[in-house]
């Protein structure tokens, strides 16, 4: 089955505690990329990646760090990690480019982080 | 911020009456995309339309653009109670592709 999936699903923890969050896909796609959901705020995008080795930043890439080594995963770190950084954040991907950028995203089920 | 806007923030209906958004964006586009979320879970695409398009159609969906208003709608036509969710439109930039999203309208539709 075609998926993204992300782990932990939910995650309390304190400030400063490094944590990071996974994402993993199998749909071969070329572009993954991280958003953060807030109440009233829609979603915004952290980082994205449009191949191995490629990141940029989103509108909101304070505090966090990705990396793309694997075509397949997308790890989000947060390596001191600060009560404004809880939220819901999800992970999507889609098949790429450089043409033909009109593909739709497919997202992950969200992880629920919680920074005490 | 970047951040696109759409309007109505919420829109409460009966059953069998249609449904608009409207969605709103800064720079230029390669295109807009419009997704759904229940309660708090992931996104589920719904809809694209690129930037040389003017309209499109999907089942009970009807999406159009305006590129010189840099603006979109999302037409729900003969809502039912199972379309009660959250609507959000994305817009792809051009130079860089970052992806934008609304605020977000909240669909409730009433049996």
């Excluded at chain 1, 009233?40 to 940029?56: A, C, F, P």
Aim: proline share 4%; charged share 20%.
């Amino acid at each position: 089955e075609a998926q993204v999936t992300q782990n932990p699903r939910y995650l309390i923890t304190v400030t400063g505690k490094k944590l990071t969050v996974t994402c993993s896909q199998n749909m071969n796609h070329e572009y993954m990329s991280w958003y953060r959901q807030d109440p009233g705020l829609g979603l915004r995008q952290i980082y994205y990646s449009m191949n191995v080795e490629v990141t940029d930043k989103g509108d909101v890439p304070e505090g966090y760090k990705v990396s793309r080594k694997e075509k397949r995963n997308f790890p989000l770190i947060l390596e001191s990690p600060s009560p404004n950084q809880t939220s819901l954040y999800f992970c999507a991907s889609s098949l790429f480019w450089a043409e033909n950028s009109n593909q739709p995203q497919h997202f992950g089920d969200g992880t629920r982080l919680s920074i005490l | 911020s970047q951040q696109g806007e759409e309007d109505p923030q919420a829109l409460s209906i009966q059953e069998g009456e249609n449904a608009t958004m409207n969605c709103s964006y800064k720079t230029s586009i390669n295109n807009l995309q419009w997704y759904r979320q229940n309660s708090g879970r992931g996104l589920v695409h719904l809809i694209l339309i690129r930037s040389n398009e003017r309209e499109k159609h999907s089942g009970r969906l009807r999406v159009t653009l305006d590129t010189s208003k840099k603006s979109s709608s999302l037409l729900i036509t003969a809502s039912r109670a199972a379309d009660t969710a959250s609507y959000f439109c994305a817009s792809l930039h051009t130079g860089g592709f970052k992806t934008i999203f609304g605020a977000g309208t909240r669909l409730f539709v009433k049996a």
